[in-house]
């Protein structure tokens, strides 16, 4: 089936690092949106982003939409235990109400 | 809201066996995704439903796997006959357009196909 791919696939860190994933599509986006997992969980919506270029800030996440609407990031400035989990991007295909999920990218805090 | 009810949250089958996972949206959703998680190929969209209208199954693997919404506050995903390569965590999720599209997601069901 389709994919969508997410570097890195995983991530260690101290607790304290920053921490940054990456969703790359090769089609113009209509929105994407953003959940997060937490081991032995279901995935839980943290955003949605529309707008070429938009930034959208949740306490120490960070999430940015490509000028292009092609890309996208989440990034987590000094992460905490609490931040473990697999993030994962969802992108919806133009003309549908169909997302497709990223690969996910699997996060370690270290304490 | 209780949230998207899923049951049973475990279910282990022997090969060949019918299986059926149910779900129960969050009340006044007018989407709800049926999504397969496995570690080799991830999350995938299997099969989602508009005003319980299946709008698009190109997710689904093969014959062997259906879904119906007979209303809206009820859906099911069936195998028959089931394969161990169906072992997976299957999630229903449900959305409202009005809302932006925020899917909220049960809390799966673990299959096993032994």
């Known amino acids: 089936g389709q994919q969508v791919m997410q570097i890195p696939q995983y991530q260690h860190v101290q607790e304290g690092e920053d921490f940054t994933t990456y969703c790359n599509s090769s089609?113009?986006?209509?929105?994407i949106q953003w959940y997060k997992q937490r081991p032995g969980g279901h995935p839980v919506f943290l955003i949605q982003l529309v707008k070429s270029g938009e930034v959208k800030k949740q306490k120490r996440l960070t999430f940015q939409f490509g000028e292009a609407k092609k890309n996208s990031s989440l990034h987590i400035t000094a992460t905490q235990t609490t931040d473990v989990g697999t993030y994962f991007c969802?992108?919806?295909?133009?003309?549908?109400?169909?997302?497709?999920f990223g690969t996910g990218t699997r996060l370690k805090v270290l304490a | 809201d209780a949230g998207v009810i899923q049951s049973p949250r475990h279910e282990v089958t022997e090969m060949g066996q019918e299986v059926t996972l149910r779900c129960k949206p969050i009340?006044?959703?007018?989407?709800l995704f049926w999504y397969r998680q496995t570690m080799m190929r991830g999350l995938e969209l299997l099969i989602y439903?508009?005003?319980?209208?299946?709008?698009?199954d190109s997710g689904m693997p093969e014959d062997r796997f259906s879904a119906k919404m007979p209303n809206a506050s009820f859906s099911t995903l069936k195998i028959q006959p089931s394969e161990p390569r169906d072992s997976a965590v299957y999630f229903c999720?449900?959305?409202?357009?009005?809302?932006?599209?925020?899917?909220?997601f049960g809390p799966g069901t673990r299959l096993t196909v032994t």
């Open positions: 439903f508009n005003n319980n209208v299946p709008i698009d």
């Open positions: 089609t113009t986006l209509s929105n």
């Open positions: 999720a449900s959305s409202y357009l009005g809302q932006g599209g925020e899917q909220y």
């Open positions: 009340s006044g959703h007018d989407y």
């Open positions: 969802a992108q919806q295909r133009p003309g549908t109400y169909k997302y497709i």
